[in-house]
Every structure is written in C-alpha cells, then in structure tokens.
C-alpha cells in the first residue's frame, strides 16, 4: 500500500474552527473520491493551538501511479497556505495491528523523521528497521504501528514516517510525550528505550511530530 500524507498549514487569517469546516466540505477533501484511492484519512490535532500543523490528510493506493494529483484543486489555495504545507510519499508497512486496521477515532502520534548528520539514507533505514523498530513495536499502549518508507528517498521530503496508534490520550501522551513538545522524557519500559534510541539515528530538532485523533472518511479496502 502506497500513501500520499500532506501535511496541511492554514491560511493566517482562518481559525483553526474555520480552517476544518472548509477542509471537510466539498471537494476540499482533495482525492478523496477519485479513481484508484482505497483509502482516505484525515487526522485533526489534539492540541491545535500546539500542534506544528493543522492537519493530516492521508491518501491510500493500492499502486504509486494510482496516487491523485491535488495540486490543482483549486479551492485548496481558498484555506491553505500551501507554501507553508508538506507532502510526503512513502510505501506502508505494518508492524503491530491489534485493531484489524480499524484506525477510526484512534488517537495517533505520527513521526516525519529526518536522519542524523553523517548518515546515509540506507544507514539510517538500517538502523530504523534492525535496531529502532523491534523497540516500538512494545511501547506500552500501541494498539497499532506502521512505518513507511519513501520509493524516491533523494526527492523525499523526510526519510521515512512513523505512526503509532494508540486507544486514549493519556497513553500516548505518557509514552511519547503531548503535543508540541519535540522531546519528552518517559520513565518506564520500552518507551522510555525507545526515547534513548532515536538519538543514535534521528535529527530530533529537525522532525516534526503531530498528535491526532483519526477519522476515516473512505475505507474500500474490503471491496
């Protein structure tokens, strides 16, 4: 499964409030209807006075060439500042499931990490996938967790993205920490390893983090 994940920036002169009523409205849900698209999310901030976007939009294919191009929807200049907005692509691997892919209403912490200095992107995917990975998948409260990886990593705009699902706030808020904090301190188990681990391999100041609760608007992964 391939997904397209914009992260979405408002215009200054919108409210948050205002900024969500024009997104969901129409055709401002950019692909979620077209040909090819199995799967369409969209993930509003716990916090969205702290949070380092407005939202997540969460485009799934079954093949890359099936990913729609929303560059000229037009009404998205009418809500976003689309020069502040980012996009990622990325090949999705699931690495826990304990919800059946059920992800509705799920809170979420989405990772866009960026490797540190000196890495290769194939030394950082090494030590993501053999050393960090195995970590994650026992964070306490994880009901759910993904990682993706991009096709293109040389034209990508992060390294890969890692989501961890979990069923109440106050769970992920203990493990990785609350929204708008880009470091955390968690004193028990393996998230607490897990915090120490991200140092070996990941430029913390330079990844974004985002806090969501899910909302699943198409789902025809069954059909």
Avoid at 140 to 164: I, N, Q, R
Wanted: charged share 40%; hydrophobic share 35%.
């Amino acid at each position: 499964m391939y997904e397209r994940i914009s992260l979405l920036v408002r215009r200054p002169e919108l409210s948050h409030a205002e900024f969500v009523d024009a997104w969901r409205a129409g055709s401002a849900a950019v692909g979620a209807d077209d040909d090819g698209v199995v799967r369409y999310r969209q993930v509003l901030p716990t916090e969205p006075e702290a949070a380092e976007f407005d939202g997540l939009a969460e485009v799934s294919v079954e093949r890359l060439e099936d990913l729609p191009d929303g560059d000229d929807r037009r009404d998205r200049r009418e809500f976003l500042a689309l020069e502040e907005c980012a996009e990622f692509v990325g090949e999705r691997t699931v690495q826990t499931d304990e919800v059946d892919g059920d992800t509705d209403g799920l809170y979420k912490h989405s990772a866009f990490l960026v490797r540190k200095d000196g890495l290769s992107h194939e030394e950082f995917l090494e030590y993501w996938q053999t050393n960090h990975t195995p970590i994650a998948r026992e964070i306490e409260g994880v009901v759910k967790y993904d990682t993706l990886v991009p096709p293109d990593p040389e034209s990508a705009t992060f390294d890969g993205v890692a989501e961890l699902y979990f069923e109440d706030l106050e769970s992920l808020y203990d493990a990785l920490g609350s929204e708008g904090s880009r470091d955390y301190d968690p004193e028990r188990g393996a998230a607490r390893k897990a915090r120490e681990d991200v140092d070996e391999f990941l430029a913390i100041e330079d990844r974004p983090r985002f806090i969501g609760r899910e909302r699943v608007v198409r789902d025809d992964r069954s059909n």
